[in-house]
Structures are given as C-alpha cells and as structure tokens.
C-alpha cells in the first residue's frame, strides 16, 4: 500500500481534492465565546464570521492533543500503509507541528512530520505533491522530500483589513498593530520563513487586491504556476483575485483553487481576509 499522507484542517483544501489524493485531515480546534468545535466539522466558515461580527468575541484555537496524531497514524499503519508522512501548518503559527511529531516518536521511524512554513494552500500545495509522489510509488523519504520541495517552491501573500485579529492572537507584536491602526493602513502580509510578516501597506480594499495581483505575478516568475485564492466573508475578492491574475498570468496558469478560509484562520484574521497562493510548478527538463 502506498504511503499515506495526513495534513490538518487548515490546508483549506477544495473538498474534491481529500478524496481524490487519499488524505487524511485532523482537525484543529476553535473556541468562539467559549463555545468548542472542531475546523471543518463542528464549525464552518460561516460559524466564524458570524461570531466575529459580534461587538465583544474571545477567539481562540488549539492543536489537536499528540494522541489523536498517533491514533491516525496507527489506523493508516495498521490498514497496510508503507510509511505516513504529515505535512502542517507553520509551527510559528501552531504547536501542531510539535504533535505531530510527539506522535510520530512513538512509531520508529514509520512516520515523517514535515513543516510546511506556511497555512492555506501554502501547505496544501506541498500535501498535493507529496501524495502525487507516494501514488506514484515513492517510498517515505521519497514523499517526504517532495512535500519539502513543493515548501520551497511556494509563496503566500494576504490582505486583512485589520491588524487587530493578528495582535490578539500573538501572531504579530503590538507595535506593528498600534502602527497599523494609527495610520489607517491596511496591511499584506507574507510568511518569509513560517512567521506573518508585514510586507506592505496600502490605503484601501481595492489597493490591497491590486497589490497582491503584482506580488503574485513577481512570485510567479517566468515558469508555469499552479494558484491558491482565499477569502473570509469576501467572495468578490477572490473573484477579482481570480480574474485578473488569469489576465496575467495567462496560459501559464496550470490548477487554480478558490476556497473560503476556515474557523482558524479566522480567528485570527478576520473577515475580509483576502490571500493568494502561488506555486511553482518543477521545470520539466527538455526531452533528448
């Protein structure tokens, strides 16, 4: 049997793709007003953006307990699986990495935990190539460099009209808030190395989509790209996203994937989110 691939809930991919590439998706937990459920299947998008929009809301998120790791990575070992390898979101971000790879200790080796520096489809992509690799038969080491490669091959890029989600959940220091907040910007943000970093600043929305349109396309560099859009309670952003990179981007444009972002993202970032995803597909090299 293959090598199975595990990633969490906040890949945020289209559901058609769980299936198609045999994932398994633990999920994270989120507490809205001291009301517990986990992402995706307690709580949905919609959940979140209706206990946002309240005057007072305590938003907080947890990882899954390294138990519920190791009961996954067990049921797929013992169901005939070669090996598992787990691909998540950015430990700077959550301490699901560390679960991960608690649980992954106790199983000698059967099981490869990779950091994925990244959220959204900022994992997704690396969790795609690595289960392409492991249906193409690539032994553990083998999907687990792949799932490394596709890290390093991607670039996320987001918008939020508010600096204040990221500051109450410590993924940004005060001062880059407070600076924020006093000169009514609204900022993009990047994840260099795994941690949300200010990237730039524009006055308005529409600014905001225009930029990271640019930044996607400088991501995107002369070579053929595969797409992630993201929104929160903002379809006509991805919409536009959507658009006007394909105008851009044009045939070099291979799989473009739209989703809503999910329970924990939004808990720290709020509505109005707005991210884009690139990731460059491999060189092919010229036929002799």
Do not use: W
Request: with cysteine; charged share 20%; aromatic share 4%.
């Amino acid at each position: 049997m293959p090598v199975a691939v595990v990633t969490d809930s906040t890949a945020y991919l289209p559901p058609e793709l769980v299936p198609a590439h045999r994932l398994t998706v633990v999920p994270l937990t989120v507490v809205f007003n001291g009301a517990e459920g986990l992402e995706g299947v307690e709580i949905s998008p919609a959940d979140a953006t209706r206990a946002l929009g309240g005057r007072r809301v305590t938003a907080t998120t947890s990882r899954p307990a390294p138990e519920q790791f190791a009961q996954t990575y067990r049921q797929l070992l013992d169901a005939g699986a070669d090996g598992v390898v787990s691909v998540h979101l950015s430990a700077d971000l959550s301490g699901t990495v560390e679960a991960a790879r608690l649980a992954a200790d106790e199983l000698g080796g059967r099981v490869a935990v990779v950091d994925s520096r990244s959220t959204g489809l900022g994992l997704g992509f690396p969790v795609i190539a690595a289960a392409e690799a492991a249906a193409g038969g690539a032994d553990l080491e083998g999907v687990r460099r792949a799932a490394l490669d596709a890290v390093d091959r991607t670039t996320i890029y987001f918008y939020v009209d508010t600096l204040e989600f990221l500051r109450r959940g410590g993924r940004i220091n005060a001062a880059e808030a407070i600076l924020g907040t006093a000169l009514s910007v609204k900022p993009i943000m990047h994840m260099p190395d795994g941690a949300i970093v200010l990237r730039d600043k524009v006055r308005t929305g529409s600014r905001g989509i225009a930029r990271l349109v640019d930044l996607a396309v400088e991501a995107a560099g002369d070579g053929e790209v595969d797409l992630g859009i993201h929104h929160l309670a903002a379809p006509e952003r991805a919409e536009a996203l959507r658009t006007a990179l394909a105008q851009r981007l044009g045939e070099r444009v291979g799989e473009t994937y739209v989703s809503e972002a999910g329970a924990v993202i939004a808990a720290h970032a709020g509505p109005g989110l707005a991210c884009v995803v690139v990731h460059r597909r491999p060189e092919v090299p010229p036929e002799v």
